[in-house]
């Protein structure tokens, strides 16, 4: 009786939690993106309606404005968190779907981070994808930016942000330096967004 009990506790927490590794093709130009869903109760039934959370804005965009031309398919279902991050690592890593030219993901997955150095092919993705904005995508852009006001509180922030590194007496740092800054925060960021999605 207990280990009935038992077996039944197991497939409940199973239904209720189920991370897993999916693919989305863009219909529109056979363009696709593999990512996973390890988020707290999630499973496939759930998440239909979950494309991903991609750094690509041209992903994103068609995320928000036209979801219908997105087919999602499931890849694999595993039990734990950890189980699906691996496999989308070995599946990022064997396509190597950073430098893909069909592929929305600008970087691969690794364990605690995104490996975000980019080869001169992603670079020239992303500067293309940006280039081949239609009328309609760069006019929803506009849109959504139209009428958006800045507090003078905020005004005056950014204005005292340009002004130069006061410890380093208006000095500013190096493309390079900068470029290591940003990509330091972004998996930081990274981060702390898996750590949320898994509670």
């Known amino acids: 009786m207990v280990a009935r009990s038992l077996l039944l506790s197991i497939r409940n927490i199973a239904m209720i939690y189920q991370p897993y590794v999916y693919h989305v093709l863009d219909t529109t130009n056979n363009m696709y993106y593999i990512g996973s869903k390890t988020s707290k109760n999630c499973t496939p039934e759930n998440t239909k309606d979950y494309f991903g959370s991609p750094t690509c804005s041209i992903f994103r965009q068609a995320i928000k404005t036209r979801p219908e031309t997105l087919v999602k398919t499931i890849l694999k279902t595993f039990h734990t968190r950890k189980e699906a991050v691996l496999f989308e690592i070995e599946l990022h890593k064997k396509l ?42 760069r006019a929803k852009i506009s849109k959504t930016k139209t009428g958006t006001k800045l507090s003078a509180e905020t005004c005056k922030k950014m204005s005292t942000s340009k002004l130069g590194n006061r410890n380093k007496l208006g000095k500013k ?26 509670g």
């Open 96 to 137: 190597n779907i950073k430098d893909d030219q069909n592929s929305y993901n600008l970087a691969n997955q690794t364990v605690t981070k995104y490996e975000t150095t980019h080869s001169a092919e992603t670079k020239e993705k992303m500067r293309a994808a940006k280039l081949n904005q239609s009328a309609e995508t």
């Open 173 to 198: 740092d190096s493309e390079e330096t900068r470029a290591r800054k940003s990509a330091a925060q972004y998996r930081r960021n990274e981060l702390k967004r898996l750590q949320a999605a898994t």
